[in-house]
């Protein structure tokens, strides 16, 4: 049993470059979310999608796309990447039943670092 | 959303219990209490979460006072393994069917020694 798996796990990217994080989890879970987390700092928002199909912004999307492909999978795309985007990004899932979902508890994967030059 | 304040940083000594307080004076009653932890070069863990009454889980046990405007997490006997930074986030749980979301503050840093 996985979990929630995040890749790649390392990423140097220049400024301008696209690229796509990809995230699935095998919990069966409705909720999925992406967050960032910079030096010294907790853990923010970009995007979550409480079920397939479905996409919502978060504290600081701006930047970022997101595509719910299926149940399992939820990824983030930076069409072109900036310094600021230098960054831990995690994925999250929680929930196997969306209207219980609420209260559940998150299960994160262990993040992409991302450094954009 | 509802803040909540915790220290900085705490140090215990291992196999000694720790008391890690949080604040949080403008919960509403909509508001579930989560506790998370993160272990170096991980991802966070749920550490776990109640409403109103005292909580215990094989990692943890969940004071909350009966105000509810603080809790305090209490690991019983501190590891080295415990070191971490732990986060105490207010979750609110209002409607159904609905993603709630968890906002990270910086936390309060762990740390255990010999």
């Known amino acids: 049993n996985a979990g929630v798996t995040q890749t790649p796990k390392f990423q140097v990217l220049k400024t301008g470059q696209s690229m796509t994080l990809q995230c699935a989890q095998d919990?069966?879970?409705?909720?999925m979310y992406w967050y960032r987390q910079d030096p010294g700092m907790g853990l923010r928002l970009i995007y979550y999608?409480?079920?397939?199909?479905?996409?919502d912004k978060g504290e600081v999307p701006n930047g970022y796309n997101v595509s719910r492909l299926n149940k399992r999978e939820f990824s983030l795309r930076l069409e072109s990447a900036a310094p600021s985007q230098t960054s831990v990004y995690f994925c999250?899932?929680?929930?196997?039943?969306?209207?219980?979902?609420?209260?559940?508890?998150?299960?994160f994967g262990n993040g992409t670092r991302l450094t954009v030059t | 959303d509802a803040k909540t304040t915790q220290p900085n940083s705490m140090e215990s000594n291992e196999e000694e219990p720790v008391h890690l307080p949080c604040n949080h004076s403008?919960?509403?009653?909509?508001?579930?209490i989560h506790w998370y932890r993160q272990l170096p070069s991980q991802g966070p863990e749920y550490v776990i979460h109640?409403?109103?009454s005292n909580v215990n889980n094989r990692m943890a046990s969940l004071a909350i006072a009966e105000d509810r405007k603080s809790s305090t997490l209490i690991l019983h006997r501190a590891t080295l393994r415990d070191a971490a930074v732990y986060y105490c986030?207010?979750?609110?749980?209002?409607?159904?069917?609905?993603?709630?979301?968890?906002?990270f503050g910086t936390g309060t840093r762990l740390q255990v020694t010999l």
């Open positions: 999250a899932s929680s929930g196997a039943d969306s209207y219980r979902s609420y209260n559940s508890p998150l299960h």
């Open positions: 919990m069966n879970h409705n909720s």
């Open positions: 999608s409480a079920s397939e199909g479905t996409t």
């Open positions: 403008t919960i509403s009653g909509t508001d579930y």
């Open positions: 109640g409403l109103t």
């Open positions: 986030i207010l979750r609110d749980t209002r409607g159904t069917g609905t993603a709630s979301k968890l906002t």
